[in-house]
């Protein structure tokens, strides 16, 4: 298994090889799997020649309890309270999708400009071979 630690402005990314079984199946070494907080399922990307795996982050109820401190502090009450809270909450999930949005745009500007210096650090294999 090929590994190699790369640092590029402060930032550091840890590159392997990882095999894949004859049912398409990979194995995501335990310390990807417990960095990144991972569980059940994965955001998979095709882009380019890159395949980007991302957590999936479970919705977090604090979006929800932050509207409603806000909305009491405003001073709804009652049926007036819930009318608010129900038309603030509508609001957030296309806000959050804009935003993916725009960082799916980002990503995409950067994986076009990708630059993978794996061969210039350890040469190309199959020119060596």
Known sequence: MLSAKLNKKDTQMEKRRISISSKRQ?????KYFESLGLDKELECICSKD??????VKKEDPAFA????A??????????KLLTE???MNR???PAIEKIIEEADEIAK????????????I??????EA
Do not use: C, H, W
Not at 26 to 30: D, F, L, N, R, V
Not at 70 to 78: E, S
């Open 91 to 93: 609001m957030v999930r």
């Open 109 to 120: 500007t950067a994986s076009t400009n990708y630059f993978d210096p794996t061969n210039d």
């Open 85 to 87: 809270f129900k038309k």
């Open 70 to 79: 806000d909305l009491i502090k405003q001073g709804y009450t009652g049926e």
């Open 122 to 127: 350890f040469g190309d294999e199959e020119t």
């Open 50 to 55: 890159m395949l980007i795996l991302k957590p």
């Open 65 to 68: 309890e932050e509207i409603l």
């Open 26 to 30: 990979i194995t995501i070494p335990a």
